[in-house]
């Protein structure tokens, strides 16, 4: 007799499959193939494949463009990210425990306000103080950091509290290492696994963030896309299907590397 959990498992990836993997069978079918639905039968289902829609796609300048500042944006936010959050976060968690309630209350808060709020609020601030800030693409990093915080803060606070942070840095102080030299040389090196997670999230959000640079008025490569589908319609859905591929496949590169290495996702926090 089949188990009530065996079934559930089943019926959990017959589910995820019907979610997943068939809408993208059609987006893969409309964007490569060039035989109408209609036309479409049993004998040439197998026919009229090809990547011509990507070939069209990369010979747009806007796309290429476009592209370009997804990519300067992601690095741009794994840079601000850990400039600002992994000295801040090693501090809390040696010197001041006091303040890791409202640290992590801070990060998480990030996430109560609505983008629009967001926007509306930071560029009425900004518009008058300096309006320089908002006419460059590269405001979006602002507000990729931001939005990233709740995710990022616990891979780093994670693994912080797993090496023992606190502990390593009474003992580097016994032996004379200093404040600067204990950052570099003891924190940073055990911080790479939740590090790595943390960029591989942070590249594979951002690449596909929608709502903040739409509101903002920049030409990122989700918010191009949007109107190239409707002048390019099979292209663009090229595009888009191989983004989201390699999105996957960055996920599924970190998470395969992390358990090489005989971690998880909850040894980095998340």
Not at 89 to 96: L, M, Q, Y
Not at 124 to 153: C, E
Not at 164 to 173: I, S, T, W, Y
Request: charged share 10%; with cysteine; glycine share 6%.
């Amino acid at each position: 007799m089949i188990s009530v959990g065996k079934l559930a498992r089943t019926g959990f990836w017959i589910l995820l499959i019907g979610y997943f993997l068939l809408p993208m069978l059609a987006m893969a079918r409309f964007a490569f193939q060039t035989i109408p639905t209609f036309l479409l039968t049993t004998e040439n289902i197998f026919q009229g494949w090809g990547l011509g829609s990507i070939a069209v796609a990369f010979q747009d300048a806007g796309v290429i463009k476009s592209t370009i500042l997804s990519l300067q944006l992601c690095a741009t936010t794994i840079a601000l990210t850990f400039i600002v959050l992994v000295p801040l976060t090693t501090f809390v968690e040696v010197s001041a425990p006091h303040l890791k309630p409202w640290l992590t209350g801070a990060t998480v808060a990030t996430w109560l306000v609505p983008p629009v709020a967001l926007v509306v609020g930071v560029a009425a601030t900004f518009r008058q103080v300096m309006p320089s800030f908002l006419t460059s693409p590269f405001t979006l990093t602002f507000f990729y950091s931001l939005w990233m915080l709740p995710f990022t803060y616990r891979a780093i606070d994670g693994q912080l509290r797993l090496i023992g942070a606190k502990n390593l840095f009474e003992a580097a102080q016994s032996v004379g290492c200093g404040p600067v030299t204990f950052f570099f040389k003891v924190i940073l090196p055990n911080l790479k696994s939740s590090l790595y997670i943390s960029a591989t999230l942070i590249f594979a959000a951002v690449l596909g963030e929608f709502t903040f640079a739409s509101l903002l008025l920049k030409q990122t490569m989700p918010v191009y896309l949007w109107s190239f589908q409707s002048s390019q319609a099979r292209a663009g859905f090229a595009l888009a299907l191989l983004v989201m591929v390699a999105t996957a496949l960055i996920l599924g590169f970190a998470v395969a590397r992390m358990r090489r290495r005989g971690l998880n996702f909850s040894a980095t926090g998340i």
